[in-house]
């Protein structure tokens, strides 16, 4: 199985991101949360923050917008040239008409669901998207524990696109570490955030250890 590994750089040293990206080059990409202190009740990067970031760095931007209103907002994000952009399920009006937006702005489109969110939420939409986000913490702070009660979810997310033949991706984001990687890759999760675990240690050697355990 291919294991994609992307940093959060919520964890991050926010007074040196340049040498924090460098330091995750071997990742498969940078993961961005953007927080609008309304949707999460925190507050992180904006846009001409995350236009400097894909600046200054050959790794592609993952972003994950916890925000309100990204049917206004998420296509800005999507005209800076990132990799991915995710929205979230609970925030959207138009999810559908968001997707091609982003796609035809020439990024991976993704929807997010909130630990409380169930899968039907976005059963219907998922062929209109590359990735689906399922959080294993609620979103808003890094160095949470990883919610194992959100396999179910997975593996239910995991057999749906098989049945469909959906090439979406699915990714898991919160408490993400080598203790918890193999159980959300055994549920069928094939992207992986990781902060804390990724930036607690040599980041390098970090991504390393995760990719092995996840295809382990
Ligand atoms: C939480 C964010 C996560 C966070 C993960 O709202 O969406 O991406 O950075 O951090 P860790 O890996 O420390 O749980
Ligand atoms: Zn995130």
Not at 105 to 122: E, H, Q, Y
Not at 153 to 163: C, E, H, I, N
Request: proline share 6%.
């Amino acid at each position: 199985m291919n294991a994609r590994i992307n940093p959060s750089i919520l964890a991050a040293d926010f007074a040196n991101f340049e040498r924090d990206l460098n330091r995750i080059s071997t990742a498969d990409a940078a993961h961005v949360d953007v927080m609008d202190n309304h949707f999460v009740p925190n507050l992180t990067f904006g846009q001409p923050m995350v236009e400097r970031l894909q600046e200054i760095t050959p790794v592609p931007l993952d972003l994950h917008l916890m925000i309100e209103d990204p049917d206004h907002w998420a296509p800005q994000f999507a005209e800076m040239g990132v990799f991915s952009v995710t929205f979230h399920a609970e925030a959207a009006t138009s999810p559908v008409t968001l997707a091609r937006k982003l796609r035809e702005r020439g990024a991976r489109a993704g929807i997010a669901i909130n630990p409380a969110t169930p899968l039907s939420a976005v059963e219907e939409i998922l062929p209109h998207f590359d990735q689906l986000l399922i959080m294993t913490v609620e979103p808003g702070f890094g160095g949470q524990s990883f919610m194992a009660d959100m396999m179910p979810k997975l593996a239910k997310a995991d057999a749906l696109r098989r049945s469909h033949g959906l090439e979406t991706w699915l990714q898991v984001d919160g408490g993400i570490s080598l203790d918890t990687i193999e159980l959300a890759a055994a549920n069928g999760a094939d992207t992986f955030v990781a902060g804390s675990a990724v930036f607690r240690g040599d980041p390098g050697e970090q991504i390393a250890a995760l990719r092995a355990a996840a295809t382990a």
